[in-house]
């Protein structure tokens, strides 16, 4: 069973402030690890990424090789379940298409002066994109991590994958391959970060790291940070649901269970003003367990981090949102754009009772990597955005030099950075 | 005397990636440090502040109060120079209306299913901003944090700025009343940084801190990321100059110096296809340096990180300005239309012979925060995208989730993971 929080209790504020803190991760100390890996990496190259593979996933990447050929993924696609196979390509399509909306459009103006202004957004030229093994590797992450990268127009789309006892999913090659990921290699852990960030004999290095990996993964990114980039480090998943008691309390049962089984770490929170319609999901939420495969697992989830949270009014439950800032946020109610209009802060919001958020995890269109632990408060999900840059650009000529010198000149004295000042009065001969 | 590198030397290509390698940057180890601070003002709130400042800064916020007053602000006013404040306020309007254009518009659509999709874009709630004290504590930097932040929204912008013997820039207040600057604290160091993620009795919490520091502050910028967002962690300016030999090497000298004299780690790099125009810049540098104020700081820039590169085609510039992916570059040739074209690394490009990169630094508009360190290769400079954050949206009615029901949960089933499908199957009484 999960806690019950109600508002109109006198010490709302000081448990909801707590819940709100709470760690549901314990990490783990592998800095310095981490570090020997990718010093061990810079120095040896494919040699020590062979060495750490035989030793961490049981696979002798002498024999099968670090690049996963075109006969492999043949082979993938061979062995994959076709309608699977289907469901993914129904998928990437989707995900392709919301996605070319995101593409950022070029800027270029004249200002009143004559000053010629803009913004010109360049791909990212190299993308390696982590996934991990055994059963957290996720096909719909491949392609919610590649095909944005594919829509902003990234080259080289590299993806690493451990291949524990040398088998990789065939589902995982399948993503890859409907994605346009150009590369991929057998290689996992702060090794395969390692890789990425510094290049070895058979990888050429890449730009930017993105993908979700565990304690080892996520601190080698850390490290590697500056060299490259990478995209935001991912926590436990989590949802809220804001729900009036209109609603089939095994519904939203269902949803919060969703969540609970991807991890017993993950959170799933409902709010609702109707204490009744709470008593009846709690209810569903324990009778649904007895046959989810995942019943471990979820069970865990809601017992340790799941919340129920009673308002007086269901419009009280928008601030405790914001402050949240929940992953998912589904909105069981009759209007819910009247409740979309007044929040701030989340992920990824699901509107009305027929958007239960799996659908998103899949085949909306949208993509499922989402700011977690509150991180919504100040960022976005991964979109094309995240594979694009932009330089800034400017031009003037002697015209617009000679405008805008004066207050440059005056900053630049008061600043005392004399040759910045000079950089521009010698081009007017002042 | 900068280094010279020759594209045709057959050891061109090991030494070029050698000097793309140097790092200007001794990273100092104050990690542990840094956690003591931190630790001890989420602890110690407003004390902890006041003793650390007393101690770091020799302020006394007991008595000088640890927020900045209105009548502190009119004081700043009525110390600086007329003249200064009029620039500030014709670069605080360029900015504005530069920044104005970047804002990003809301989506919202319906695909051909029926599925309505969208994002919609919400202003970070609280920004901190750090200004470092000293000669480092610039009024323009002030402008190019904050405007940016005002202009997408942010409600509380709040900022932080040592106060060394109870002393802090008439112009950096100026600069952050002209900019919208909502609140401003007399602190520095790691302890501004764990007030602003943390808060106190004084200081509220924001949600993503930027601003450049020194190593303390980025430390402490790092520790706290995923408490807050921030912004990236700056290293010393850089710019790359283009050029042929039709410039007059006293104007390109003088943008080559106006960057060295930033920092002794600062670093001006020239490209050009004429041995003859490169030793006659490098006669300008010696001479300009002899009537420059700050001519230690830029002759040792110079002379560590500086360098001349000679290429046999001016052409052949493009692909090594990718590789070293400049902060500033600046195309100081016919046509830099045609260069820029062919472009895909750099921060910001300052096009043609009359667009020194010290004018993009105070009032041409575009932003002077810009990713250093080769990392404009994956990331962009300070924008309103900074400030803000997407939520995407999603809604089905009862016909759409039946259509995209088959492939949801296909996949749901082919990750192990029931309860997903579930959510999706128990809406259609399937």
Redesign the interface.
């Known amino acids: 069973m999960a806690v019950t929080l109600r508002s109109a209790d006198p010490d709302f504020e000081t448990r909801f402030t707590a819940f709100l803190a709470t760690k549901r991760e314990v990490s783990a100390d592998v800095e310095a690890v981490v570090r020997d890996i990718i010093a061990r990496v810079r120095a040896g190259g494919d040699k020590a990424l062979i060495d750490y593979t035989l030793r961490f996933d049981k696979a002798d990447l002498g024999s099968l090789g670090i690049a996963v050929s075109r006969a492999d993924i043949e082979a993938a696609y061979a062995a994959a379940?076709p309608?699977?196979v289907?469901?993914?390509k129904?998928?990437r399509d989707?995900i392709r298409?919301?996605h070319q909306?995101?593409l950022p459009k070029d800027?270029r103006?004249t200002?009143p002066l004559g000053?010629?202004?803009g913004?010109?957004w360049?791909a990212?030229?190299a993308v390696g994109l982590y996934v991990p093994g055994g059963?957290a590797s996720?096909?719909?992450s491949v392609l919610m991590n590649a095909v944005p990268a594919k829509v902003a127009g990234v080259e080289r789309i590299v993806m690493v994958v451990p291949a524990s006892g040398g088998i990789i999913s065939p589902?995982v090659l399948v993503a890859a391959d409907l994605a346009g990921v150009s590369e991929i290699y057998r290689i996992g852990g702060a090794q395969a970060v390692a890789a990425l960030a510094y290049g070895t004999e058979t990888i050429r290095p890449v730009?930017?790291i993105v993908g979700p990996g565990n304690a080892y993964v996520a601190a080698a990114k850390r490290q590697v940070f500056?060299t490259?980039?990478i995209d935001m480090?991912a926590g436990p998943s989590e949802v809220l649901v804001i729900a009036d008691g209109k609603n089939d309390p095994?519904?939203i049962a269902?949803?919060l269970?969703?969540q609970?089984?991807?991890d017993a770490s993950a959170q799933s929170i409902l709010i609702t003003d109707n204490a009744a319609f709470a008593a009846a999901v709690e209810a569903a939420v324990q009778r649904?367990l007895a046959t989810?495969?995942?019943a471990e697992t979820?069970a865990a989830s809601w017992r340790d981090f799941g919340a129920v949270i009673l308002v007086g009014d269901l419009e009280d439950a928008l601030p405790l949102a914001?402050r949240i800032a929940a992953e998912h946020l589904e909105l069981a109610v009759d209007d819910?754009e009247a409740y979309?209009a007044r929040?701030?802060?989340?992920?990824?919001?699901?509107?009305?009772?027929?958007?239960?958020?799996?659908?998103?995890?899949?085949?909306?269109?949208?993509?499922h990597v989402?700011?977690t632990?509150r991180?919504?408060?100040?960022?976005?999900?991964l979109?094309v955005?995240d594979f694009v840059?932009?330089?800034?650009?400017?031009?003037?000529?002697?015209d617009?030099?000679r405008q805008?010198a004066?207050?440059?000149i005056?900053?630049?004295t008061?600043?005392?950075?004399?040759?910045?000042?000079?950089?521009?009065s010698?081009?007017l001969n002042m």
């Open positions: 379940d309608e699977t289907e469901a993914l129904f998928a989707r298409s919301h909306r995101q800027d103006y200002d000053v010629e202004l913004s010109r360049t990212v030229e059963t996720y096909p719909s589902l730009a930017k500056g490259v980039g480090i095994d519904w269902a949803d269970l969703a609970a089984e991807h649904q989810l495969p995942r979820a914001d819910p979309l929040l701030r802060n989340a992920g990824s919001v699901f509107l009305g009772r027929h958007t239960p958020e799996a659908i998103g995890d899949y085949v909306a269109g949208s993509n989402l700011p632990a991180s919504a408060r100040f960022s976005s999900g979109s955005l840059k932009r330089m800034s650009l400017l031009k003037l000529g002697p617009q030099l805008l004066p207050a440059a005056a900053l630049a008061a600043e005392g950075l004399d040759a910045h000042g000079r950089s521009v010698i081009r």
